[in-house]
């Protein structure tokens, strides 16, 4: 039987960059083909009215600019369940009888990781942890649907942890998260991630010339 959860990302950033972008349509491709929906809560209004096109076609994706706080108040908050790394217990699959809605940080992974989730769970919010590593944004939503819409137990998920990805024939580059590993045997990442981490490295090389 089909579950209609709700994957919510309190954008905690003022702007929304090109891996944002590019991490939020491929979460909002995802659930819709698990029938769910995304919201991107507690957008600044100035950023409501630029949001990317191919970010607002997606079916399954809703752009609000309450927080999460003001979308789940009272009683409804004790079915939110806030993803985060610092939670005592793992999700598990019986998690989805206890939670409607799985709340992740709007933020990009920094290494050592800077405990932005922090923000959301001085709110109060029900935590659960994807097990030690630090993930993407769409990597820890991908593993939470993984887990509550098809039942995995954390240790089912296939994961490569800090994969090399290769820029060029000299050079690669070490991702400092967790992915979920594809049939490919390569980490499951969004549609233009790898041209764009590519560019960023590019770019990197000639801020240094
Ligand atoms: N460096 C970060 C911080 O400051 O908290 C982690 C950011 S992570 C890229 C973005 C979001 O993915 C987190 O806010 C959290 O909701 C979720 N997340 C990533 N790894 C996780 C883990 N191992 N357990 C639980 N949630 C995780």
Redesign the pocket.
Known sequence: MPIHKTYIVEHLDPELGPWSELEYVAIARETARAGGTFVLSSIPPELAAKLPGKLTAEPAFRADTKGVEELYPGDLRKRVC????R?EKDINPDDRELFDVF????????DP??????E?RAKGFEG??????????D??VRVTRMVIDEQFTLNMVPYLDHPDLKINEHESTEMP??YVKGDDGEPVMPEGMMDLIKKDADKSIDDLM
């Open positions: 806030l993803l985060d790394p939670a709340l992740f940080g709007g933020i990009l992974g920094d990781p800077r405990d932005r989730t922090g959301l659960r942890r994807l097990g030690p590593v630090q993930m993407t944004t990597t820890a998260f967790r």
